[in-house]
């Protein structure tokens, strides 16, 4: 399976995006998708993830209250709308996808390619 992430940018502090995670190659329907961001010099950390048909999330205690993970899988793709975005948040976001919803990079075995998000203050 191929995953595709799409939707970073440059905005300002305390904007909003929306980032997409297409996949292809295989429904990815009954299986857990996670985003997982890294910034500079800094460790890949986990953000959010959902699990599959029954869309369980689970929530960073530095997404919550501002990031919704939602997907559709009629489409084959998983959304993140990031809202009231910190400078912090200023990192390359991945998606990826896995058997369980973990918080955990090991438990996810397909990773796209990144997408940047720069929040300026």
């Known amino acids: 399976v191929q995953l595709q992430a799409s939707g970073g940018g440059l905005v300002q502090a305390g904007g909003s995006l929306k980032l997409s995670c297409a996949a292809s190659?295989?429904?990815?329907?009954?299986?857990?998708v996670g985003w997982f961001r890294q910034a500079p010099g800094k460790e890949r950390e986990f953000v959010v993830t959902?699990?599959?048909?029954?869309?369980?999330?689970g929530y960073a205690d530095s997404a919550k209250g501002r990031f919704t993970i939602s997907r559709d899988n009629a489409k084959n793709t998983v959304y993140l709308q990031m809202n009231s975005l910190k400078p912090e948040d200023t990192a390359v976001y991945y998606c990826?996808?896995?058997?369980?919803?973990?918080?955990?990079?090991?438990?996810?075995?397909?990773w796209g390619q990144g997408t940047q998000v720069t929040v300026s203050s």
């Open positions: 959902i699990s599959g048909r029954d869309g369980i999330t």
């Open positions: 990826a996808t896995g058997t369980i919803p973990s918080p955990r990079p090991i438990y996810y075995n397909y």
């Open positions: 190659g295989r429904s990815f329907t009954s299986y857990a």
